[in-house]
C-alpha cells in the first residue's frame, strides 16, 4: 500500500475541506440586512440582522426602536443610517431620524431627529458627497434637502419644495403626492417622482448649497400615478414603477434628460384585481428588471432587459407567497432576492437563477412585523 500517496489525498481532502468552510464563513460573504418596518403592529423599529450571501442563512444581531421607520438610506460610507419617521402628527409634518452605525457589533445608535418639510416622509437618499439628504413627504406633496453635519446628524432643511397640482384618479390624485427622491449618478440632478401629478420633477442640484432649481418634468400616463424609479448600472436608462396601472416606463437617459422607449404591464397577463404596484430594482449584474405588485396580485414581475437599446421582455411573475410586497431588494451579491411582505409580517428569501432571471423559494423566511425596506451594509 503506498502510504504517501494516501496521506497526500487526506490532505487534498483537509485543504479542500478548510476552503470550503472558509468560504461559507468568510466575513467577504456576509452583510448587514437592516429591515426598516411599520411600528403600528407587532414592529417597534429598524432589525439588524446578519446575512450569509452564500447560503441565504440569517441570524438577528440588533433593533433599535424609532416610529414608522418605513424607509431606509445609507451613507456611502456606511457609517450612518436614515430613517423617515413616516407620521403627520397633526399636520405638523414627519420627522428624518439619523443613527450611527456600529459595524462591528451591528447597532444603530440614535443621533438626532428633523423636521421633514412636509407630513409622511416616505422616502429618503444620500447624496454622492455625503454631506446632504432628500426625503420625500408623501401626504403634503413636497420634498426636502437637509444637511448632514459632522457627527452625522442631521441638521434643519435647507431647501423644501412644495408640488401644486392634481390629475384624473380622484381618489389618488387630488392633489401631490411626492414617493421618492433619487439623486443621479453624478450627484448633478435630484429626481422626484411624484404620485399625484402624474410627473417626475427634474431638479438640478447644488451640492454645495444644498439648492434645487427645477429643470422640467417628465409626464407619464394620466392616471399612471408614478411611485419608484431606478437606475441601469450603466447609468443609460431609467425604469419607473406606475402605482396605479401597474406599469413600467422605461427610459433613455442623457444627463438629466429622459426619453420614453417602452410602456409595459408588470401585472400577470390575466389579473383583474385592484392594483398597486410598488418597488423597482434592477439585478446587480444589470441583466434583469424585477417589479413588484401588491392589491391581490402579490407577484414580483421578471423582465429580460436588451443591453443594447434597454427594451424589456417579460420573463415571467413569482409569487412572493406572502401578502403586500412594498419592497423588494437583492443581496449585495446578486445571488439572493428579499421580498419585504407587509401584512403577512415576514421577508420571503429567494435564490436567484443569474442566467435566466428567475427565483426559487429557498424556504427561509425572516419573520419580522410589517417589514417595508430592505437594505444593506458590508461587515468590513
Request: aromatic fraction near 12%.
Amino acid at each position: 500500500m503506498n502510504h504517501n500517496y494516501i496521506y497526500s489525498g487526506m490532505k487534498k481532502t483537509i485543504l479542500l475541506c478548510f476552503l470550503a468552510t472558509f468560504y461559507l464563513v468568510s466575513p467577504a460573504q456576509k452583510n448587514y440586512l437592516l429591515v426598516g418596518t411599520y411600528t403600528n403592529g407587532k414592529s417597534e423599529g429598524i432589525y439588524v440582522y446578519r446575512f450569509n450571501s452564500t447560503t441565504g442563512d440569517f441570524d438577528s444581531v440588533s433593533m433599535v426602536k424609532t416610529s414608522n421607520p418605513s424607509y431606509l438610506a445609507i451613507s456611502p460610507d456606511e457609517k450612518f443610517v436614515y430613517a423617515v419617521n413616516e407620521n403627520a402628527k397633526n399636520g405638523n409634518g414627519g420627522e428624518v431620524a439619523a443613527f450611527a452605525f456600529d459595524k462591528t457589533g451591528g447597532k444603530l445608535s440614535f443621533i438626532n431627529e428633523q423636521h421633514s418639510g412636509g407630513d409622511d416622509p416616505c422616502y429618503v437618499s444620500v447624496d454622492k458627497t455625503n454631506k446632504w439628504i432628500a426625503a420625500a413627504n408623501y401626504t403634503s406633496g413636497s420634498l426636502s434637502v437637509l444637511p448632514i453635519n459632522k457627527t452625522g446628524g442631521l441638521d434643519s432643511a435647507k431647501t423644501v419644495i412644495q408640488h401644486n397640482g392634481y390629475s384624473v384618479n380622484s381618489e389618488r390624485q387630488h392633489g401631490p403626492h411626492v414617493h421618492c427622491t433619487v439623486f443621479s449618478k453624478d450627484n448633478k440632478h435630484l429626481f422626484a417622482a411624484d404620485l399625484g401629478i402624474d410627473k417626475v420633477m427634474i431638479y438640478s442640484f447644488n451640492d454645495h448649497s444644498g439648492s434645487l432649481t427645477e429643470e422640467g418634468s417628465v409626464m407619464t400616463e394620466p392616471g399612471a400615478g408614478p411611485r419608484h424609479f431606478t437606475f441601469h448600472p450603466n447609468d443609460k436608462y431609467a425604469y419607473l414603477i406606475e402605482e396605479l396601472t401597474g406599469t413600467i416606463s422605461s427610459y433613455r437617459y442623457i444627463g438629466g434628460q429622459f426619453e420614453l422607449i417602452q410602456n409595459i404591464s408588470a401585472l400577470p397577463p390575466d389579473y383583474m384585481g385592484p392594483i398597486g404596484s410598488a418597488d423597482i430594482h434592477t439585478s446587480p449584474d444589470g441583466k434583469f428588471l424585477y417589479a413588484s405588485n401588491r392589491g391581490e396580485s402579490n407577484t414580483i414581475a421578471i423582465f429580460k432587459i436588451n443591453q443594447k437599446n434597454g427594451w424589456l421582455t417579460l420573463v415571467g411573475h413569482q409569487s412572493t407567497l406572502g401578502k403586500t410586497p412594498r419592497n423588494f431588494n437583492f443581496d449585495p451579491s446578486g445571488n439572493f432576492l428579499l421580498a419585504a411582505n407587509q401584512n403577512s409580517d415576514e421577508i420571503v428569501i429567494f435564490k436567484v437563477d443569474r442566467k435566466t432571471g428567475l427565483l426559487k423559494d429557498t424556504g427561509k423566511r425572516i419573520r419580522v412585523g410589517n417589514p417595508v425596506c430592505i437594505k444593506w451594509i458590508s461587515t468590513k
